[in-house]
C-alpha cells in the first residue's frame, strides 16, 4: 500500500498560514497585533486542519485500504506521521520542568508550581500516550495544541474501522459517522455546553471534521471535471469565507466546519489566481514546516513568558499584566510587543525548520520503512491450517 505523492500545494500553503495564526493567538503581549479579529479568532484554524486532513487522508488511501493488513499499515504511517515529534516536544516540556523545579528549590516561585496544575503527572502519562483529549481533563494540558493531536490519531483508527468494516458500502459508513457526529456536536453547541475541548467536546469536532473532509473528498472525485467551480471567481470566494470566517469567528463550530469543507473544495482544483500565489517558494515553505510550527510554537511562548517572568522578578518592574482573562507581557509601546510577536514567529521557524529535518522526516521515514516491513513479513509468513 503506497501514498500517492499527489499533493493540493494551495492547500498546503493554507495550512502554513493556518498554523502561523495559531501561533500568534496563543502568543499574549499588548501589541496591534492581539487585538487583531484573526488573532483572536486563530484557533479556529485547528477545525480547518481537521477538514483538510480528512480531504487529503481520503486522497492517499481510499483505494487501498483493502483489508486488516493495510489497515495496520495505515496506522503505522499514521502513528509515524504524529508521535516522533509530539514526543519530542513533550520531552522538552518536562526538562522545562523539571528547571522550574530546580529553580523553586533555589527559591524562585512560578505562577505554578513544578509538575501541577495543567502539567500534571496523571496527564503527562495521558499525553505519552496521545489521550490528552480522549480522557477527560477538566482543561488543556503540557503542550496546549497537541490535544488534536490526540484526537487526530483515534479518529484515524474510527477512519479505518469504517472503511474495512462497511466493505462496498464505505461511503455510506462515512455518511453516517458524519451525521451522528454532526448532530453529537450541534447538540454539544446548543446544549451541552459544559464539556471543553479536554473533556470531549475536541474529540467530537475532530470525527465530524475528519468526515466532513471525507465527504468533500468525495465531492471533489464527482465535480473535477466540471467547469463551473474552476478559476479565479470561485477561489476569491473561497479565500473571502476564510477571512470571514477568521473575522468574525461565527459561534458554532459545526458551521465552520461545513464552510471549511466549501472553501478546500473550491482550491482543491488550483486553477485560478489565488492558487498561483499560495504556489509560491515561502507559502509552500510554511505548508511543508505546519506541522512543526503547530507543536514547537507553544514551546518557544513558554519559554519567552518565563524569562518575561523571571526578569518582572529580578528587576522588580512590572512586565506582565492581567487584563481580565489573560496575563499578558507589556513592556513597552504596542508596536514594540509587534516587533516582539515577529521575532517570535520567526523563531518558531527556524525550530520548525530544524524538528522537520531532524525529527519529522527521520521519524516518518522509520515507521513508513517498519510499515513495509510488516507487509514484507506477513506475505512471506507460512499459512497456518
Not at 501514498?3 to 499574549?28: K, N
Not at 499584566?321 to 514594540?336: K, N, S, T, V, Y
Amino acid at each position: 500500500m503506497k501514498e500517492t505523492p499527489v499533493r493540493f500545494d494551495a492547500l498546503d500553503s493554507w495550512r502554513g498560514i493556518a498554523a502561523l495564526l495559531v501561533a500568534l493567538f496563543h502568543f499574549q503581549a499588548a501589541g496591534f497585533f492581539y487585538s487583531i479579529p484573526f488573532v483572536r479568532n486563530g484557533n479556529l484554524a485547528v477545525p480547518f486542519f481537521f477538514v483538510l486532513s480528512g480531504f487529503v487522508i481520503t486522497h492517499a488511501y481510499r483505494s487501498s485500504l483493502d483489508g486488516p493488513q493495510d489497515g495496520v499499515r495505515f496506522m503505522i504511517r499514521r502513528f509515524g506521521r504524529l508521535y516522533p515529534l509530539h514526543i519530542v516536544t513533550l520531552a522538552i516540556l518536562v526538562l522545562l520542568e523539571l528547571a522550574k523545579l530546580y529553580m523553586s528549590s533555589r527559591g524562585y516561585q512560578g505562577s505554578e508550581a513544578p509538575f501541577a496544575g495543567t502539567n500534571n503527572l496523571p496527564s503527562l502519562v495521558a499525553n505519552i500516550f496521545l489521550l490528552q483529549a480522549v480522557i477527560p481533563f477538566p482543561e488543556l494540558t503540557w503542550n496546549a495544541a497537541s490535544w488534536s493531536i490526540s484526537t487526530e490519531f483515534y479518529t484515524y483508527l474510527i477512519f479505518v474501522a469504517v472503511f474495512l468494516g462497511c466493505g462496498a458500502y464505505r461511503q455510506w459508513g462515512a455518511v453516517v459517522m458524519f451525521v451522528a457526529s454532526g448532530l453529537l456536536l450541534v447538540w454539544l453547541d446548543y446544549i451541552e455546553t459544559t464539556l471543553n475541548l479536554a473533556s470531549g467536546l475536541g474529540m467530537v469536532q475532530c470525527v465530524f471534521g475528519f468526515f466532513a473532509g471525507n465527504l468533500t473528498y468525495d465531492i471533489y472525485l464527482r465535480l473535477r471535471d466540471k467547469p463551473y467551480l474552476k478559476g479565479t471567481g470561485p477561489e476569491l470566494v473561497a479565500t473571502a469565507m476564510m477571512v470571514l470566517l477568521f473575522w468574525f469567528k461565527p459561534r458554532y463550530v459545526a458551521a465552520d466546519i461545513i464552510a471549511f469543507g466549501v472553501v478546500i473544495l473550491l482550491f482543491s482544483f488550483e486553477r485560478g489566481q489565488v492558487s498561483r500565489l499560495l504556489r509560491v517558494r515561502p507559502l509552500l515553505f510554511l505548508g511543508m514546516l505546519s506541522y512543526s510550527i503547530y507543536l514547537v510554537h507553544f514551546i518557544v511562548f513558554t519559554v519567552l513568558f518565563a524569562m518575561v517572568r523571571i526578569a518582572q522578578g529580578r528587576l522588580g518592574i512590572e512586565l506582565i499584566r492581567f487584563d481580565g482573562i489573560h496575563e499578558l507581557m507589556d513592556f513597552g509601546p504596542a508596536g514594540l510587543m509587534d516587533l516582539l510577536a515577529l521575532a517570535y514567529l520567526a523563531t518558531i521557524i527556524v525550530f520548525a525548520t530544524i524538528t522537520y529535518h531532524l525529527v519529522e522526516v527521520p521519524g516518518r521515514q522509520f515507521f513508513n520503512r517498519l510499515s513495509s516491513g510488516f507487509s514484507a513479513r506477513r506475505q512471506t509468513s507460512p499459512s497456518i491450517g
